[in-house]
Nanobody, 125 residues
Framework: QVQLVESGGGSVQAGGSLRLSCVYS????????MGWFRQAPGMEREGVAT??????TTIADSVRGRFTISQDYRKALYLEMNSLKPDDTAMYYC????????????????????WGRGTQVTVSS
C-alpha cells in the first residue's frame, strides 16, 4: 500500500512562504488523484488543491493565486505557499485516491483513502 510522508511545515509571519513536500513510497497507481488538505483546530478538513495523473489541477478559491500544487510524477507532491495569512494556519495533509475512468479529482476528503500524518503550518500576524 502506498505510504505518504509530508514535510516542510513550520512557523512563518504573515506574507511569508513555505513549500510543502509529500514523498510517496510503494506507489503503483496509474489513474490517481493526489491532494493537499488542511485542518485547523475545531474545523472540518478542507481541500486545498489536487492534481491527477494527467497533470490537471484544482485549487480552492481561498488559496487561488497564492498556492500552487505540483508533482514529480508518481514520486512526490508539492505545495508552494506564498503570501501566507494567519487563516492558513492548520495541519496540512497529503492524500491519494484512485481516479475513476473519465473522472476528475474533487477536493472532497471522503474520496481519498490514503493519508499522510500531516505537517503543521503556523502563520503569525
Amino acid at each position: 500500500q502506498v505510504q505518504l510522508v509530508e514535510s516542510g511545515g513550520g512557523s512563518v509571519q504573515a506574507g511569508g512562504s513555505l513549500r510543502l513536500s509529500c514523498v510517496y513510497s510503494r506507489f503503483t497507481l496509474v489513474n490517481y488523484c493526489m491532494g493537499w488538505f488542511r485542518q485547523a483546530p475545531g474545523m472540518e478538513r478542507e481541500g486545498v488543491a489536487t492534481v491527477d495523473d494527467y497533470g490537471r489541477t484544482t485549487i480552492a478559491d481561498s488559496v487561488r493565486g497564492r498556492f500552487t500544487i505540483s508533482q514529480d510524477y508518481r514520486k512526490a507532491l508539492y505545495l508552494e505557499m506564498n503570501s501566507l495569512k494567519p487563516d492558513d494556519t492548520a495541519m496540512y495533509y497529503c492524500a491519494v485516491a484512485v481516479r475513476g475512468f473519465r473522472s476528475q479529482c474533487s477536493q472532497t476528503a471522503a474520496n481519498f483513502g490514503t493519508w499522510g500524518r500531516g505537517t503543521q503550518v503556523t502563520v503569525s500576524s
